[in-house]
């Protein structure tokens, strides 16, 4: 009998794990944190730190369908976007593709990624591409999620920062909430 209770309470103890690991139980996947703002658009979502201000519709250029600025001493050192229908892809890599063309030139280019984003179904395919680049002399980390929404349209939501300006952590919790919405 006292067998069959560990392996239950082992069982308990491996399940947990594996949800947690799977980013269940967390307030952050999916969500915005606790203070944050999202940036929400009819296909996409996407949370952004308090210090980011969203932009008004004339604010923002006519190809974003979202955005959210930093600022520091009156000028901009980051900035969050969001882009829909911008290519005619017919999946995550192809919509990612299409992103880097966005990529100023003289930009180095890290590398692009398969990752996961938050869907109407559970998680959906994505793509991640990382760069820099140096703008006005501050260098600049940027990070573009691509992917196809839940209509088969291409999204690409684009994080760029100047060097120091947006933490690691809170560089993941904003991929983290990227979520994927039913049209």
Not at 41 to 68: C, E, I, L, W
Request: aromatic share 4%; proline share 3%.
């Amino acid at each position: 009998m006292q067998k069959k209770k560990r392996k239950t309470t082992a069982g308990a103890w491996l399940t947990a794990a594996v949800l947690l690991a799977a980013g269940c139980g967390t307030d952050t996947v999916g969500q915005a944190p606790e203070g944050w703002g999202t940036l929400r658009t009819p296909a996409v979502t996407v949370a952004h730190p308090p210090a980011f201000v969203p932009q008004s519709d004339a604010q923002r250029s006519k190809h974003n369908a979202a955005a959210a600025t930093l600022t520091a001493g009156g000028k901009a050192v980051g900035m969050i976007t969001v882009q829909l229908d911008f290519t005619e892809a017919d999946s995550a890599e192809e919509a990612a593709i299409a992103a880097e063309a966005g990529i100023a030139l003289g930009s180095k280019l890290q590398g692009q990624r398969e990752i996961r984003v938050n869907g109407p179904k559970g998680e959906e395919a994505a793509r991640r591409v990382d760069f820099e680049f140096t703008q006005q002399g501050a260098r600049i980390r940027g990070v573009i999620v691509a992917g196809l929404d839940a209509g088969d349209t291409a999204y690409a939501v684009r994080i760029d920062a100047a060097e120091g300006r947006l933490a690691d952590g809170d560089l993941k919790r904003i991929i983290d909430s990227i979520t994927v919405m039913k049209r």
